[in-house]
């Protein structure tokens, strides 16, 4: 096994490092029976140490490897049939129970159903399903803007709305958050009825790890946090609350209010959660990975066809462990992607004891070496720390990817990774694979139809 690459990291001008595969193991998919979809390849996709989760097509699969490169166990379960689906995840009992939230919204309804599901992944009872709540929503699942999920909650965005649920005792509520005033009188006139309140218009959603407390980054006036006590005592979900009438709805006010450093909210800023981190015995942080992309005005581009404009799918990971948490899809519709001159990824660690903020940065141009032949990841993020991007298979020669070190002693610096020939084999160019890559193990992950590839660096 590789050491962990938080221990790895360029030179302080110039964090770059280049890696080779030294191993690789094929695990075979074909028992399975998976059904694959080159439009919808695998995705969703949760691992931990040896244990991997994923979503293909309609069917939800869980993995335990050996590391003699044989399946130990596998379990697979069936979703609704022609859905459109928003997952996440959450490890407890020390890792030996996964919990999800799966949002599933059907092509002909306008609701969703949210179902929270924990799966047993230690060996001894490996699979084992119980079913914590199903309950509607009513809002369809690419209405959902952010899914936060945590013991024993979840909260979601849809409508500008956030609901929050106890899915322990099966309560909750829609609310209305409600931000800071501009001033006295209108915090005043709020509370009178003589002026309406000042909603938050939320990019993110967070639980506090501790305390009973939403984390909601605002983006509609400034760049701010706000936190909010979750309510303790919330109504018993119907059975089928699908119906906006059929939910309790009320507006919550921000107990606190802080500033978020150097964000200007527009369709080229990925944010997301990369978990919470500790840096000492005593102080923990919140991580969250910012991507900014720069691009050459249009006035420089040459007049283009519509048939060349280009829409470019990112995505970003990252966990409370290592590097960072949740993953995202976001598209940046622009006359060819090569108008993008450079991206910055950036890492802002917010600690819990005052909100102070801590900003490290790097940046990427589409002109240095190790841009060429290569495809970079981006911004995403899976649930506990894992880079994923889908690449068609034999279009690049090898991967670009931004690591944060877990601790002090090393600096953020940008990853190259090289592909095995097969990967690279233009006769295979039609197949996507979902590739996914951990930090913390030094492994690359390539999800094919009938091959699981696990590249070790």
């Given amino acids: 096994m590789a050491a962990p690459l938080a221990t790895v990291s360029g030179p302080p001008d110039n964090p770059r490092v280049w890696m080779k595969y030294r191993t690789e193991v094929s695990y075979d998919l074909s028992t399975l029976n998976l059904r694959w979809d080159k439009r919808d390849p695998a995705c969703d996709f949760f691992i931990h140490g040896n244990f991997i989760a994923f979503r293909a097509w309609e069917s939800l699969c869980f993995m335990r490897l050996k590391p003699d490169g044989s399946l130990e166990n596998v379990k697979q379960f069936a979703l609704s049939e022609r859905g459109e689906y928003e997952i996440a995840y959450l490890l407890i009992n020390n890792g030996d129970s996964l919990i999800i939230a799966l949002i599933t919204s059907h092509v002909w309804s306008e609701s969703s159903e949210i179902q929270v599901l924990e799966i047993c992944i230690k060996p001894s009872g490996f699979g084992t399903m119980v079913c914590h709540l199903q309950t509607g929503l009513p809002c369809t699942g690419s209405e959902v803007k952010s899914v936060a999920l945590g013991d024993p909650h979840v909260a979601l965005l849809c409508h500008g709305e956030c609901r929050i649920i106890n899915w322990r005792r099966k309560t909750g509520l829609g609310v209305f958050l409600v931000g800071e005033f501009d001033s006295d009188d209108e915090k005043s006139a709020r509370y009178t009825g003589d002026y309406g309140p000042s909603f938050v218009s939320p990019v993110l959603l967070v639980f506090h790890p501790t305390d009973p407390v939403l984390i909601v980054f605002d983006s509609l006036k400034r760049s701010n946090i706000h936190l909010y006590d979750i309510p303790p005592n919330m109504p018993l979900l119907k059975s089928k609350s699908s119906e906006p009438s059929r939910w309790t709805t009320r507006m919550l006010d921000s107990k606190e209010i802080h500033s978020f450093p150097n964000a200007q909210w527009d369709s080229d800023l990925s944010v997301r959660s990369a978990g919470f981190r500790d ?36 995505q970003y990971a990252s966990d409370d462990s290592n590097y960072g948490v949740t993953i995202d899809t976001f598209k940046v519709k622009s006359p060819n992607v090569d108008r993008m001159k450079a991206l910055a990824t950036s890492r802002v660690s917010i600690s819990l004891q005052d909100w102070s903020t801590t900003t490290e940065k790097l940046e990427f141009s589409q002109n240095i070496p190790e841009a060429a032949g290569a495809k970079q990841f981006g911004n995403m993020v899976t649930a506990n720390g ?72």
Avoid at 295 to 309: A, G, M, R
Avoid at 411 to 422: I, N, T, Y
Avoid at 431 to 440: E, G, I
């Fill in 279 to 314: 840096i000492s015995a005593s102080a923990r942080v919140l991580d969250i990975l910012t991507l900014k992309r720069h691009y050459l005005p249009e006035e420089e581009d040459e007049e283009e066809d519509e048939e060349d404009v280009e829409e470019d799918e990112e």
């Fill in 386 to 457: 894992v880079f994923h991007k889908t690449v068609p298979v034999g279009s690049c020669e090898a991967l670009i990817l931004p690591v944060f070190p877990i601790a002090g002693g090393s600096k953020p610096c940008w990853l190259r990774l090289s592909l095995p020939p097969q990967m690279r084999a233009p006769n295979m160019s039609d197949s996507p694979a979902a590739c996914l890559f951990d930090p913390k193990s030094g492994r690359l992950y390539a999800c094919l139809p009938e091959k699981l590839h696990v590249m070790q660096y």
